[in-house]
């Protein structure tokens, strides 16, 4: 699989006040294109600050980031990311929300509106484009703030936890839908998660972070067919093994003051 994104030996300290938080030591990881990778690890263990950086927002203090073999450190706009909140804006209607990214990269406004309102109905937005983000069911707002960053037609897409406050059964079928969106339009993800049953369920392959300052652990392949189901053996042990790796990497404690 070609290689799509690659972190290679990246680290990152931030400073309170003269005290260093060493984040990241000496990370590296890759994504082969159209590949759906999950990084999982403690919590504070630096998995925003790894999308932080691969986004442009933040500059490495040592170590490369390369997608498609160019070095973005420190350049944005190369892929989609979304964050843990859908950061829609009130006062636009969904249909305007979700051409955002078009039009800050100075794209014909009508043809990112009929763009978007041609996706409407995969995103299962159909007859809500005139609508306001305060209509919305909590799944409806991940579903525009997914289409607004597909519509950013990136090849790389970042996905933090963006299920992480929603319900058991929103977050099922949304998981289920973003399986199918994926497999449609083909975009590398990496997408962050502290459900391990989640991670299992969706990803290529998973990647445990140790706690701060983090590094990759271990690279767990899943080759299980999907769709897949929790209650296969196969997903149990796996998921088993995962659980048993993050818990002695810290999983339930936090070390320290949070970081970006």
Known sequence: MTESLQLHQVSKTFYDGAEPLPVLDSL???AGRGEFVVLIGPS??????IFNLITGLLRPDTGDI???????????????????RDLLLPWRSVLDNVILGPELAG??????????????PRFGLDGFGDAYPAALSGGMRQRAALLRTFLCERDVILLDEPFGA???????????????????????ILFITHDIQEAVLLADRVLVLSARPARVTL?????????????????????????EV??????SRGKGKPIP
């Open 28 to 30: 590296s990881l890759q």
């Open 44 to 49: 504070g263990s630096g998995k925003s600050t």
């Open 66 to 84: 390369r997608l498609d073999g160019e070095s973005i450190v420190g350049r944005t706009g190369r892929v989609g990311y979304m964050p843990q």
């Open 107 to 120: 794209r014909s406004r009508q043809e990112a509106r009929a763009r978007a309102r041609a996706l409407l």
């Open 166 to 188: 929603l319900d058991a059964l929103t977050r099922g079928g949304l998981q289920t839908w973003l399986l199918d969106v994926w497999a449609e339009f083909c975009p590398t």
């Open 219 to 243: 690279e767990v392949p899943v080759t299980l067919p999907r769709p897949r189901h929790p209650v296969d053996p196969a997903f149990v042990a796996l998921e088993a093994r995962l659980l």
């Open 246 to 251: 993050l818990s002695m990497n810290g999983l």
